[in-house]
């Protein structure tokens, strides 16, 4: 069960498709947009009826990007999410009620975790993003640097119970139709602390090292790679690319801007200011340039696109990301919101890019200046191949298997 945008999504199909090949029967259960990310993989699908990217651009999305903070942003999107979870509450109970185990991600935990509880089913939490408080770092959510030791497990804390809030007006609803007694959510997490549940995240510990402070239980499983198929490139994008140097890839993903005509432009004059041709790829943003130069696609898989680039341009998002770095490329992480900045700040310490340019201050000198390095600075190429290959020869789905396989023992 998952929410969001399609990183939010992408990453399921394939930990879905690994359990698929161990034997077990998956259900993807998320917005109806997605469902043509399971075929051919084995996993059915269940829809949601909310629709991300109208959200996203309706009046109440664009005001977003009015928040120039993390916390800004974070108090708009938990006001938003507020308004549209009772709306998937239904389809979720319907989904569960058919399932012997609920897989969890971060978007959906508190009430995929109360719709466990009210048909005593098990779950399985499976955050992208490492959520649980720790002194080490600050909130991936918020996108701030650290606040200190005891600032950081504040500060998590804070939006642990933020993210409980989105979904503290569509739970009594829930709990009532379950024959559950009233619980507050503060009264919930603190119930499932207790408990100290297992959860695995979907990311390498070669990228975030595991926190010391976490509690037993708290599993850094690895990448869960979007299944593809056998895709293929386009032929025309083929014949691009073969056309002559490697190019750049720029892309902002599920993310929306305010000016695309603008952020266009900038990108094309950043390219060429850098010597470099391009691939664009539209996405949620309405990305455009089309020269001999520069090519404008829509959605082709990462997993063959990004290995055939000399670098990648991306929002940071946690998907995309993943996908930057096992394609062992440099990158220039443009963060927008929320855990974004998180993810750019670790690719700069990575030395896979050379630094974060957010979107606010991205302009066709920063962002050609930036490339330059990128993709002439040897050194960057060098570190990505070599966390490329050791991020590909992890596996992240056997240590949910197992942990799926222990839940059925239980049971």
Not at 345 to 360: D, M
Request: aromatic letters at 6%; glycine letters at 12%; a positive charge.
């Amino acid at each position: 069960m998952t929410a969001g945008s399609r990183g939010d999504v992408a990453p399921y199909t394939g930990l879905g498709h690994g359990l698929v090949r161990a034997g077990h029967e998956v259900t993807l259960v998320t917005h109806a947009r997605f469902e043509p990310l399971v075929a051919g993989s084995g996993v059915r699908f269940h829809p949601l009826p909310v629709d991300p990217r109208a959200e996203l651009e309706s009046a109440r999305g664009r005001g977003l990007h009015r928040s120039a903070t993390g916390v800004g942003k974070l108090v708009r999107v938990v006001a938003m999410a507020r308004a549209l979870v009772g709306r998937m509450a239904d389809d979720l109970v319907t989904a569960a009620r058919s399932s012997e185990l609920l897989l969890l991600s971060g978007s959906v935990g508190p009430l995929g975790r109360t719709i466990a509880e009210g048909l005593s089913l098990p779950y399985l939490d499976v955050p992208l993003q490492p959520l649980a408080p720790t002194r080490e770092f600050g909130p991936p959510m918020l996108g701030v640097r650290s606040l200190g030791a005891v600032g950081n497990r504040i500060a998590g804390h804070g939006v642990t119970l933020a993210v409980e809030q989105v979904f503290a007006g569509a739970l009594p609803a829930v709990r009532q139709r379950l024959g559950l007694p009233p619980a507050s959510a503060a009264a919930a997490w603190r119930d499932r602390e207790r408990q100290a549940r297992p959860v695995l995240h979907g990311f390498s510990e070669l990228v975030v090292p595991r926190p010391g402070d976490w509690r037993a239980g708290l599993t850094v499983a690895g990448y869960w790679w979007p299944y593809d198929g056998d895709s293929e490139l386009p032929s025309a994008l083929r014949d691009f690319i073969e056309a002559g140097p490697p190019p750049v890839y720029v892309g902002l993903g599920s993310a929306t801007v305010p000016d695309p005509e603008r952020l266009s432009g900038a990108v094309v004059r950043a390219l060429r200011r850098a010597g470099l041709r391009g691939v664009i790829q539209r996405g949620w943003a309405g990305l455009e340039a089309s020269d001999s130069d520069m090519m404008t696609i829509d959605e082709v898989p990462h997993s063959v696109l990004f290995p055939r680039m000399a670098a990648v341009v991306h929002h940071a998002g946690a998907g995309t990301t993943a996908a930057a770095l096992r394609a062992g490329v440099p990158t220039v992480p443009v963060p927008i919101q929320f855990d974004e900045g998180f993810w750019a700040a670790r690719l700069v310490a990575l030395g896979v890019a050379p630094r974060a340019l957010p979107l606010r201050r991205l302009t066709a000198d920063t962002l050609a200046t930036a490339l330059m390095r990128a993709t002439r600075d040897p050194a960057f190429a060098r570190r990505a191949a070599d966390l490329g290959a050791r991020i590909r020869g992890e596996d992240g789905v056997a240590p949910v298997l197992s942990a799926v396989d222990r839940c059925g023992t239980a049971g």
